[in-house]
């Protein structure tokens, strides 16, 4: 029985569990619902509640247990050498469990019976052709050990399938059975069903934490496991990048710095004083009407995707730069740069800066903008003399913020930088980035057992650092400006 | 004493004439108002340039051009034993149905006494799609019945043809093309002038799966734009109710401590942290512990409902505090409870608040593509995943993804392709920012 089906009659036995638990507490009172403790809908939640949580629970457990029960159970076919060796016992373990599904298609189209399966001998018959057959494609010839275990998983996951239908089912009835005789006048149901609900409130705002925990969990091991493979001096500290998927890479973290830090550093010089122009200009010399016009304009480049900034950079600007700018100069003959990629980058920060400090100015209290104008100073002297120092560590902060969000750039730079890593100066040659490389790396065939694979996770562990510092950092500095004011 | 006068004759400032001191300033202040009218007017004009290129690109990806001729669908080629046996009959490969088609075309040139003078009959060939014995295939396999009739068709001209009548495809190109010829073009020109070329609206494009490199011509965006639409409707269906809830235990519950600040502090990061880290996250877990399967839609819902999660809880808390404490006030002063007067009060009030952060945090994922790059959406996909719950789990690709798998191919007629999603990727982002807008403007309260 699939896991859908089991839910949704869960599902229909707690809403049949509501009408049952409601109707209940009215007929317990004579339909005088005034002395009930908590109004008739409460003990029909009361006892869905009873229904749904226990046998959700069993549900859960079963389908997180049962694997590794049927792992257990199917080693045992294997010669005592291959239970020895962890890593032998998942390839053969992960063998069966494949040699078992392509069991149950033939069953599903109909090309052999549970007897003609239950038949099929190594001996006799090429069991991986057969298996080819129903697009099970396997690395080598099928073992006897290996089909009986896949014969053992499939007869066994069969009847655990049966049995946890049952158990699922026997716990909800008991849950139902148990609800029901909980109604009473004085049970106080609200509650308690409030008391539930809260606890799915606080599970829901746990995840944030649980996303945290996932992502460095699942990059720290690997990163881990990167490192137990290839020194982690030589990453930090490398000079040259030159991952070879045969063997014998050479993998230099610095230069792939260099180029996230270079791009970067572009995208600032770009992005900060349009932005921050931007942004003073509407918050004190734009006419309310003008401003209600240009900040949704601006903010229509915030939720372009950046795939179209990456088509840009790559069709429009690159190209540009590289006709008008890199050939005249002679500086080079690449489309993809660390200019090209910057700009657009900066392009796409625009908006970000500049809501960011209008925020910010605006926050700048009034009083301060009176006192300059009464000593006779011009709003352009106000602002440079008065407000910006005011506003200063907002402003910082923005820009940090803007920085991290430039690290972290993936499409861009992926179709705009290049995917050369090297350290140079020359802002018109193709460059690479962290992010570029995580792309790379983990992009088409992936082997986890290979250095090549996982640096992507050291990378993606130190981009993840990086931003979190910057981060932390801007907000630090914009809660202490804060506190100035208040 | 007249050296006194004297002096006093020509003051330094006058009330009547500016200083020079303030003519500098005044300058400056004029100078600083520039820079701002120039940050301003760069900004948006760099915007209507992307913009501009997009759809100048783009557009004809609208378009398509076919050539429109009878094709004799003679039986002793397609069914050799004269029986409309499926089995038998899908022996014959494409490469029959190709020499067909290219047959029926030349008898139509010849019946319409156009010259082909310097095409060679390979060439002439090479004016149809790589893709349309397939199509046609398909089609006869499915109706058997057609084997032995003339059909009227429309047929797909090859990536070359229609891009010359796009005009991205000059002479001078196609003298360095091993695809095409001057000649080739000055035919296409008379196919034009008889009718038989035309390109009418290109209804393929959006419907149909990707094409492989040689065939631009036949490229759509059907698989991505299920792949997206999957996508979508499972983000909104994990990612709204957690995040409401989240929201309504931080902003109505939560007791200020440390555990409370954590989560706080927490969500405010992972509204920050780069994209491509979800990716990573969803490779690690989705993937290579839970074993999900790789390219499907659950795998990326599951990763963009992450990585939207702390956008919606800021925008639904923001919401929440936006409704004023007197009505909590009221509602806990007859007697409702708090979660009572939440349900009752809180949220229905903050709906339209709820509604329009969800809708934008779900334009954003809808945009999203690096994470969607490492669990291996960007794979060539050219079935339709099934319908849902099943297609759930098929590979798939989604709308920006398919953008950036069309830029990274070599033939230029995919940049036309992909400024053609972009265009359509960016009619559905307008259609959900405009929605959010209509709510904002017609529920907001002012209290």
Redesign the interface.
Known sequence: MSV?LLLAIILALSGLAFILGRARSISKVSGNIRDLHSLPGYYGWHTALTVLFPSIVVLVLWLVIQPMVLSNGAAKFFPEATRADSVALTLALDDARRVSRGLDAMIANGSKSEAEIAALDTATTDVRALLAEVNVALGSDVSAESLDAAKYMRAASHSGGFWMALAVMAVAGVGLIFGLSQVHPEFRA?NRV?KA??G??????????L??V??VW??L??SISFFKMYPAGEFFFGLTWSPNFSGGSTLGFLPLLWGTLYITFVAIIVAV??????A???AE?ASPKLRSW?KP??E??A??????????A???VGPILRDYFAQPLGLGTSGSSVMTAGIVIG?LN??FISSLADDIINSVPQSLRDGSFGLGA????T??QVILPAALPGIVGAVL?AT??A?????IV??GAGAAAKLSLNPFEAMTTM?VK??GQ??GDTD?ASPETLV??AL?IT??VL??GL??LA?YIVRKYREQYE | MTDFIAGAAAPKTSILGVSAKMRRRNAAETRFKAYGIFAITLSLSVLALMLWTIFSDGLSAFRQAKMTFPITLTAEVLDPKGNLNRDEMAKITTVGYGKLLAQAFEAELKAKGISTEGVSAKELGALLSKDAPGVLRAEVLANPSMVGTTQNRSILASGRVDGYLKGRVTRETAERDNQISPAMLDLADRLVAAGILSAPFNTRFLTSPDASDQRPEAAGLGVAMIGSAYMMILVALICVPIGVAASIYLEEFAPKNRITDIIEVNISNLAAVPSIVFGILGLAVFINFAELPQSSPIVGALVLSLMTLPTIIIATRAAIRAVPPSIRDAALGIGASKMQTVVHHVLPLAMPGILTGAILGLATALGETAPLLLIGMVAFVDNYPAPPMEGMFDPATALPVQVYSWVTRSDPAFVERSSGAIIVLLGFLFVMNVTAIILRRKFERRW
Request: glycine share 6%; proline share 3%.
């Open positions: 859908l609200r409030e609900v809260l799915l409130l606080i599970l829901a705002s746990s995840i944030a934490i996303t945290t996932g992502i699942s990059m091991s690997e004083p349009l932005g921050l122009f931007t003073i200009y509407l010399y240009i304009l601006i229509i480049i939720g372009i995707p950046t795939v179209v900034f990456g088509l840009f790559l069709v429009t392009i625009i908006p011009t709003r352009s002297e602002v440079r913020l991290s969000r690290i972290g750039e993936t499409m992926t179709m992010t995580i792309v983990l992009t986890f992507a996770f993606g981009l993840f931003t979190l981060n932390i907000l």
